[in-house]
């Protein structure tokens, strides 16, 4: 064997040395290229193309000489390139690489004059680079064409990238259509130059021109021209198709790096190997024509051996088993019964699978209904909760808000009752009734006086004690840990002492060695300061510990004990006897302190501190004090101001549990709200339109934003949670209803941009943008009700 081996490898050298001696040129053999079926498929590297304004294949002698007459630097520059396809369009995304132009730039001048005539021959398969604006995006494609071919084929190329038929394709040059049968040289494009047409479709909704790859990806030109030296001073300029693969290449080895991913290839892995020259014999290599034999003995580890009836020799019979053979079984009916059995199984799984996701939706419905269930139970609890709380303020009224829902009643039964005489009734009938009406109004007013009077003596007393508690609270503040700390100093030892003293002078169902006890205290205590009112308050004692040493009934005692409580309590309140008490009194006892807090009345014409007046957003007081705008109220217009007051505080509760540092609800007042519901937002929910203003509730219009007035929306309490979850008001929203929003916000805005407190938390948009949007005009609170002395801010 090794001498054969010894003789082919001694023939292969001397086929080597002969072909040496005809081809002289160094690198020739490797100058050749593959053929086409040899091409490894996917590869970067492809043949050489001696003449990219050709796209013919040269004769194989042709190539052989062309190679011949290459130098060395024009083996070793020469790369891969793509070979053109006669008549065939070929799109230049696709990356080429560079080193094509330089090695066509080194091809000597006989390779140049060899090609001549085949030039001549084949001018009409030359390429040309056509640059093809879809109209009316612009965007641009760029695709090698042979010059030769009709405008006809082009369209039918395009036709199969863009994806459209090419019947709906129309082709424009410089504003002019062409036609199908006309060539590009026809029209003027010479080989390898480059010209731009413009295309269109003739039915642009059905088929529109859209490049199926990104513009984003067109950043990269399609063709570029090289300047390549072929000669010493001598240069020519080559233009470069770039091609674009529309997969990355293979790694096929080397490098990476970790941190960075930078590829870094071996050269040999990367370019294809170079090819031995073909001697024109062919050579087999009898190892690879040999069958390799190999003898190998089967034997089980273990020997069997049976034993049958015989001669000499008897086996029983009794534990035989008779085994009759079973039907044969085919491979396609065997298969076929594991493919039921396989489809059996999955459809039992998949059934497993069904009915677990059918119970988890049971199970999320069930939980949705609970919730829905449960959202509805407890609307309708606060709904009847409203309910009894307004029954109850009815029929026992306690504060100025229950009073004002009483004659807010009493007028909607009047309005009712009048609308009903006047639509049944006429002449001396309908004078007759509206004077029994408004005899049955006096009655009622009269009743409600009588009731709140009651109220008010009731309340004094809690007042007053309320009073005194507050004055005998110990000091109280929050430590670092949390925990709150009370401190009692004198002063609040003392007010403790006179509030126990009070609630004992005041008490009546005591007995009559209690109450001498209780007046001996008293004296006591107020004799320590001696001044006008001690003595009274000494003299009055001893006049009752006279009568009741004489024996005198305590209800014939009533009134001088009132008096004694009264003129105590006015001790009390005195900060010269009791200083805890200067800081809860009304009017301070500083007179310097009232000097720019006292404010004219209108209504009842007495100067009154700033604290009497109803306070409002833009921070100027109302011309009336609270009793008179009370009293009006009750007179004419008998408003009830308890619904907004719910509506606000609802906002300012859901506003300051979103975000702690929330101001502009809490510097809103009443009469604020009931301005930015009545007048702008009409008492209505914004999409079913409720008017109940007991269920209607402000949130924010966009939730990513605070609330403000041009930044909510009226809702209902159903309506709320629908609109909390909605991330976007833009997708969710119709424009019309979005645009009626925005004009509401933009009214809110101007009535409240002209306020001082609230300008600074306006958006970025001007006021004076606004100016130019709205007319301003005064706007009172509703059709047939007087309005409130304030000029209304949108008057300026």
């Known amino acids: 064997m090794s001498e054969e081996k010894e003789n082919e490898e001694q023939e292969v050298k001397e086929d080597e040395e002969e072909n040496a001696k005809i081809n002289p040129q160094p690198g020739g053999s490797a100058a050749e290229q593959l053929p086409e079926d040899d091409r490894e498929p996917g590869s970067d590297a492809e043949p050489v193309q001696a003449d990219r304004s050709s796209t013919g294949v040269l004769e194989p002698v042709e190539v052989a000489e062309t190679q011949a007459d290459l130098p060395d630097d024009a083996e070793q520059l020469r790369g891969p390139q793509k070979t053109e396809n006669v008549g065939n369009s070929i799109p230049t995304d696709v990356l080429e690489p560079v080193e094509e132009a330089e090695t066509q730039a080194d091809l000597p001048d006989d390779t140049e004059q060899l090609r001549g005539p085949q030039r001549k021959e084949n001018i009409g398969n030359a390429t040309a680079t056509v640059k093809v604006v879809l109209l009316p995006e612009g965007h641009v494609m760029t695709v090698a064409f042979a010059i030769g071919l009709s405008i006809q084929e082009l369209k039918r190329h395009l036709a199969l990238e863009l994806r459209v038929p090419p019947e709906v394709l129309q082709i424009s040059l410089d504003g002019r259509v062409v036609e199908e049968q006309q060539s590009l040289m026809q029209l003027g494009v010479r080989p390898h130059s480059s010209t731009r047409m413009e295309m269109s479709s003739t039915d642009p909704n059905t088929h529109p021109l859209r490049p199926l790859r990104p513009p984003e990806h067109d950043n990269m030109q399609d063709v570029i021209t090289v300047r390549v030296q072929t000669d010493e001073g001598v240069f020519q300029e080559v233009v470069v198709e770039i091609e674009r693969p529309l997969q990355r290449k293979a790694f096929l080895g080397g490098y990476r790096h970790r941190l960075t991913g930078a590829e870094y290839h071996h050269a040999a892995v990367q370019t294809l190997p170079k090819r031995r020259p073909e001697r024109g014999v062919v050579v087999f290599s009898r190892d690879t024509q040999t069958v390799v034999l190999k003898s190998q003995a089967q034997q089980c580890t273990i020997n069997v051996s049976t034993q049958m009836t015989g001669i000499g020799c008897y086996v029983s019979c009794l534990n035989d088993k008779l085994v009759a053979p079973c039907s044969y079984i085919t491979a396609d009916e065997y ?462």
């Open 335 to 796: 298969h076929d019964r594991r493919l039921r059995a396989v489809i059996r199984l999955q459809s039992f799984a998949r059934r497993w699978l069904a009915q677990q996701e059918v119970d988890r939706l049971r199970r999320e419905r069930n939980r949705r209904m609970a919730w829905l269930e449960m959202q509805e139970r407890r609307r309708r609890e606060e709904k009847e909760e409203q309910l009894r709380d307004r029954r109850h303020r009815w029929m026992n009224p306690q504060r100025r808000e229950d009073f004002n829902l009483l004659y807010h009643a009493l007028e909607k039964w009047r309005y009712e009752e009048e609308q009903q005489i006047n639509s049944s009734l006429r002449g001396a009938e309908r004078k007759a009734a509206l004077c029994s009406l408004l005899e049955q109004e006096t009655q009622l007013i009269a009743a409600i006086g009588c009731h709140r009077i009651a109220v008010q003596n009731n309340n004094y007393d809690k007042t007053v004690r309320s009073f005194l508690d507050k004055s005998a609270a110990p000091h109280q503040w929050r430590a670092a840990d949390g925990r709150l700390i009370e401190m009692d100093s004198q002063h609040t030892i003392r007010a403790r002492e006179l509030r126990d003293l009070y609630n004992n002078v005041s008490l009546s169902s005591v007995s009559q060695e209690q109450r001498l006890h209780v007046l001996m205290t008293l004296k006591h205590t107020v004799k320590e300061h001696e001044c006008p009112l001690t003595r009274d308050i000494m003299d009055l004692i001893d006049r009752e510990v006279d009568l009741v040493t004489r024996g005198v009934k305590a209800a014939s005692l009533e009134g001088l004990r009132k008096r004694i409580s009264t003129l105590f309590l006015q001790y009390v309140k005195t900060p010269a006897f009791n200083p805890e008490v200067a800081k809860h009194l009304k009017v301070p006892q500083n007179p310097t302190l009232l000097k720019n807090d006292m404010f004219l009345c209108r209504g009842c014409h007495r100067y009154l501190r700033s604290i009497d007046f109803s306070p409002s957003a833009n921070g100027r007081l109302s011309g009336r004090c609270r009793d008179c705008a009370g009293l009006d109220n009750i007179a004419r217009a008998r408003d009830d101001f308890s619904c907004y007051k719910n509506i606000l505080r609802s906002l300012r509760a859901d506003e300051q549990r979103l975000n702690e540092e929330a101001k502009i609800p809490f510097l809103l007042q009443v009469e604020d709200m009931r301005y930015l519901v009545e007048v702008v937002w009409s008492s209505r929910s914004a999409l079913h339109a409720s008017s109940d203003l007991y269920n209607l509730v402000f949130i924010r219009w966009e939730r990513r934003r605070d609330w403000s007035p041009w930044n909510c929306i009226l809702l209902s309490k159903e309506e709320t949670s629908a609109h909390m979850e909605v991330e976007d008001v833009h997708k969710a929203y119709e424009a019309t209803f979005i645009r009626r929003i925005e004009h509401k916000h933009t009214l809110a805005r101007r009535h409240f941009s002209q306020i001082a407190v609230m300008a600074e938390y306006l958006d970025s948009q001007p006021t004076a943008a606004l100016g130019n949007q709205l007319v301003s005009k005064p706007i009172t609170m509703a059709a047939g009700k007087h309005a409130t002395d304030t000029p209304p801010a949108s008057a300026h």
